[in-house]
């Protein structure tokens, strides 16, 4: 089945240290995005990717890094410059453009982070 | 810029009961609007969609109509389970200009149902 998987489920940063989320989707999108989601808020979002080797700043960028060598691939750097990393954090994908600007993103399962 | 509003939960209903979530938008253009339902632990799940204005959304017993005049979206259910307890968050998503699908969210409005 095609889908959006995200690991670990469960993640513990310490203090001063880079971690690093995966995503990975066999859906063939072309775009694919982080949002991160605290407790009683909407989601919001960290980064974006149209293509393969392009990537933008979302609302919420500082503190986070990402790439995207693979079209299949998005992983999230949450670097230790995010003094407040605790929080659920979900990757999307979608289809891009055209006749396909309408519909939905798909997403993963999620990743959610704490720091120890 | 653009932004959805949904009414503040959260929401506690009997099972069986009618259930209406109200979400209104402020967007340029013609967004494409979407009504996703998160469980406990997951990721988001898409529901319902309309693109276009007076089309109706429709799944698993859950309506939503794009009211252009009004700008709104809002959410229906004739009868609630208790399995339909979860988070539900309106999104748009602009057809036009830049194509790369930015979803703008609401805040989420979470639902209990009781038995």
């Known amino acids: 089945d095609g889908g959006i998987t995200q690991s670990p489920k469960y993640l513990f940063r310490k203090e001063g240290q880079n971690v690093t989320l995966s995503c990975e989707q066999n859906l063939n999108h072309d775009a694919m995005y982080w949002y991160r989601q605290d407790p009683g808020q909407g989601l919001r979002l960290i980064y974006y990717s149209q293509i393969v080797n392009d990537f933008q700043k979302g609302d919420i960028a500082e503190g986070y890094s990402v790439s995207r060598e693979k079209k299949e691939s998005f992983p999230l750097t949450v670097t230790s410059a995010q003094k407040n990393p605790t929080a659920f954090y979900l990757c999307?994908?979608?289809?891009?453009?055209?006749?396909?600007?309408?519909?939905?993103?798909?997403f993963g399962d999620g990743t959610r982070l704490s720091i120890l | 810029g653009n932004s959805v509003t949904q009414m503040e939960g959260p929401v506690t209903l009997s099972e069986e009961a009618f259930l209406t979530i109200n979400c209104t938008y402020t967007?340029?253009?013609?967004?494409?609007l979407f009504w996703y339902v998160q469980y406990p632990g997951e990721g988001l799940q898409l529901l319902l969609k309309a693109t276009k204005a007076d089309d109706k959304g429709s799944n698993k017993g859950f309506e939503a109509t794009y009211r252009k005049e009004t700008t709104s979206f809002h959410l229906e259910k004739g009868s609630v389970q208790v399995s339909d307890s979860a988070v539900y968050f309106c999104a748009l998503r602009n057809a036009g200009g830049t194509s790369y699908g930015k979803l703008t969210f609401g805040q989420g409005t979470i639902l209990t149902v009781h038995p």
């Open positions: 967007a340029t253009g013609y967004p494409s």
């Open positions: 999307a994908s979608s289809t891009t453009g055209g006749r396909h600007s309408n519909q939905p993103q798909h």
